[in-house]
């Protein structure tokens, strides 16, 4: 049985099952998420491998090679036809054309099934999806369950990484209006105990972890590769629960009366659905999804005990984020540019300034060393790389507002993740391309002989399509010092 299967059986079942990594039902063999490639701007809908099985990663992965994809749909496996889509602009507008959010990398979060390869949602900043014309999800007061699988380890402390029941017009329309999953550090509003991330509930204007609006200590710091989160409510009770997604059962966090405020007794749930934003489109939170479901009705901590076992027995496993020639750490590299007007040119620095310039072995050691880099295990993860400079130890490569620069490591978790990149085949074959971890739709980019992390169209001039392929392909040799 699937985990919808175990909700049918225990009286509430779903009325939304998202997930780009499986079938959420025994019997789903229906599309499971869509891609669209840039090349072309075609689409590929990504079904099971088999009836209630994994999805087929190899047909995205043909589809989008030698190009760049973005999941553009998860399909509600429910039948209620509540598909998750591009979030629109809101109380909050968001980075992409009109106020709307960014669509995640296809490529972003990629894992293990019981060995099968799947991708999850990677959701940087500014991106986000939504179903503001959801059917058969809870309104008002009614009860609902909600479960997701997260990234215990991909979190910040934006607002706000949510997924579950939300405003339908995307605005803020007050205490009540909303009851979500949420993950993260954020501490605007309610805490759980140690630094975070939490799993708390949004209820609009309020992430809540118990009763208090402030501090509930039952809520712990949470922080497994694949967690496990559960909010459920109902008339004047409601419960946060949670757990290891690759072991072990699940433990209750809270159950108990409505917060200590006033707004959310009786709730006013508008039944939209959200993933990755806040009700409001505030976009500001980052995290990875890769299954979830909504019900009808407050589901039995039993139930919910079933459909953990169910995704332990997913075996969800991370496998390996690069591709690719090898790069091995500690080596040192020097990355030429491969774009017909720049093939004498090399990814270099002049201070913090990061550039293109050309370079040969009759240059000064100086520049030879401007031109290169260590390889270093990637600071965020380190199943990627962090590109240290050899003239200037301790200084790395990284992204500020898309733009890369060569900064000194000041060891915060901004910086890290900055500075994190996961390389692959180069798109125009030629070397490799350099995909940034924590905006997985952007690669380093020579634009204008300046480097850039950059997306394949988007709202800057260098995202532009043209050229991208070459732009962002770097034959990486020994370094030249
Ligand atoms: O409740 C927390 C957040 O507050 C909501 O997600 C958002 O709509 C508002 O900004």
Same mark, same amino acid.
């Given at each position: =049985?699937g985990?919808c299967d175990i909700?049918?059986?225990?009286?509430?079942?779903?009325?939304?099952?998202? &997930?780009t990594?499986?079938?959420?039902?025994n019997s789903f063999?229906?599309?499971?998420?869509?891609v669209?490639r840039?090349?072309?701007?075609a689409?590929?809908?990504?079904?099971?491998?088999?009836?209630?099985g994994?999805?087929?990663?190899?047909? #995205?992965?043909?589809?989008?090679?030698?190009?760049?994809?973005?999941?553009?749909?998860i399909f /509600?496996?429910s039948?209620?036809n509540?598909?998750l889509t591009?979030?629109?602009?809101?109380?909050?507008k968001?980075?992409?054309?009109?106020?709307s959010?960014?669509?995640a990398?296809?490529?972003g979060?990629p894992?293990?099934?019981n060995?099968?390869? =799947?991708?999850?949602v +990677?959701?940087?900043p500014?991106?986000g999806?939504r179903n503001n014309?959801?059917t058969?999800t809870a309104k008002g007061d009614?009860?609902q369950?909600m479960?997701?699988?997260?990234?215990?380890?991909?979190f910040?402390g934006?607002?706000?990484?949510?997924?579950?029941?939300a405003?339908?017009n995307?605005? /803020?329309t007050?205490?009540g209006?909303m009851? !979500?999953i949420?993950?993260?550090?954020?501490n605007v509003w309610g805490?759980?105990s140690?630094?975070g991330p939490?799993?708390?509930?949004?209820m609009?204007?309020?992430?809540f &972890?118990?009763?208090n609006?402030?501090?509930?200590?039952g809520d712990p710091t949470?922080?497994?590769r694949?967690?496990?989160?559960v909010?459920?409510?109902?008339?004047?009770?409601?419960?946060i629960?949670?757990?290891n !997604?690759? &072991?072990?059962?699940l &433990?209750t966090?809270?159950?108990g009366?409505r917060?200590?405020?006033s707004?959310?007794?009786?709730?006013?749930?508008e039944g939209?659905i959200?993933?990755?934003?806040?009700g409001?489109n505030s976009?500001g939170?980052?995290?990875?999804?890769?299954?979830?479901?909504?019900t009808?009705?407050f589901?039995?901590? =039993?139930t919910?005990?079933s459909?953990q076992a169910?995704?332990v027995?997913?075996?969800?496993?991370t496998t390996s984020?690069?591709s690719?020639p090898?790069?091995?750490?500690g080596?040192h590299v020097?990355l030429r540019?491969?774009t017909?007007c720049c093939?004498d040119? +090399?990814?270099?620095?002049q201070g913090?300034?990061v550039n293109?310039?050309v370079?040969s072995?009759?240059n000064?050691t100086?520049?030879?060393? #401007?031109?290169?880099w260590v390889v270093?295990?990637?600071? !965020?993860n380190s199943?990627c790389?962090?590109?240290?400079?050899?003239d200037?130890?301790?200084?790395?490569l990284?992204?500020s507002n898309f733009q890369l620069m060569?900064?000194?490591?000041?060891?915060?978790?901004q910086f890290h993740e900055?500075?994190?990149?996961?390389?692959q085949?180069?798109l125009?074959?030629?070397g490799?391309?350099?995909?940034s971890?924590?905006h997985?739709?952007r690669?380093?980019r020579?634009f204008?002989?300046q480097?850039?992390?950059?997306?394949?169209s988007g709202?800057?001039?260098f995202?532009?399509t043209a050229?991208?392929?070459?732009?962002?392909?770097?034959?990486?040799?020994?370094?030249f010092?």
């Open positions: =049985a985990p909700y049918a059986s225990g009286g509430t079942p779903c009325v939304a099952a998202h &997930s990594t499986r079938a959420l039902f063999n229906g599309s499971l998420y869509q669209r840039a090349s072309d701007s689409t590929l809908n990504i079904a099971p491998l088999s009836t209630g994994v999805a087929n990663a190899a047909a #995205q992965d043909s589809f989008c090679a030698h190009t760049t994809c973005v999941i553009t749909t /509600d496996q039948g209620h509540n598909h591009q979030a629109p602009s809101g109380g909050v968001g980075p992409g054309a009109n106020g959010d960014n669509l990398s296809a490529t979060a894992v293990t099934l060995g099968h390869k =799947a991708y999850g +990677f959701i940087p500014g991106t999806y014309a959801a058969g009614a009860a369950g479960y997701a699988v997260f990234d215990g380890t991909h910040n934006g607002c706000c990484f949510d997924y579950g029941n405003e339908t995307s605005h /803020d007050g205490a209006h009851e !979500a949420y993950f993260g550090n954020i805490t759980g140690g630094s939490w799993i708390m509930a949004d609009e204007n309020g992430l &972890s118990g009763v609006v402030k501090q509930n200590t949470i922080t497994d694949f967690l496990t989160a909010v459920k409510g109902q008339p004047n009770n409601w419960a629960r949670g757990g !997604a690759a &072991s072990g059962s &433990s966090f809270y159950n009366p917060p200590n405020a707004g959310y007794n009786p709730m006013s749930k939209a959200i993933l990755g934003i806040g409001d976009n939170a980052q995290g990875t999804f890769y299954e979830g479901v909504m009808s009705g589901p039995s901590d =039993a919910e005990n459909v169910n995704i027995a997913a075996k969800y496993a984020m690069t690719g090898a790069m091995n750490v080596s020097s540019a491969t017909a093939t040119r +090399f990814i270099s620095h913090e300034t293109t310039q370079v072995s009759s000064t100086t520049v030879k060393q #401007q031109a290169s270093r295990a990637g600071l !965020a199943a790389f962090s590109f240290e400079s050899v200037t130890a301790g200084s790395f990284r992204q060569l900064n000194a490591n000041d060891n915060s978790k900055d500075a994190t990149f996961c390389t085949a180069g125009n074959g030629q490799n391309s350099v995909q971890w924590s997985p739709t690669f380093f020579h204008n002989n480097l850039f992390v950059a997306s394949n709202v800057h001039d995202d532009a050229l991208f392929n070459d732009d962002v392909s770097f034959v990486v040799s020994s370094g010092a």
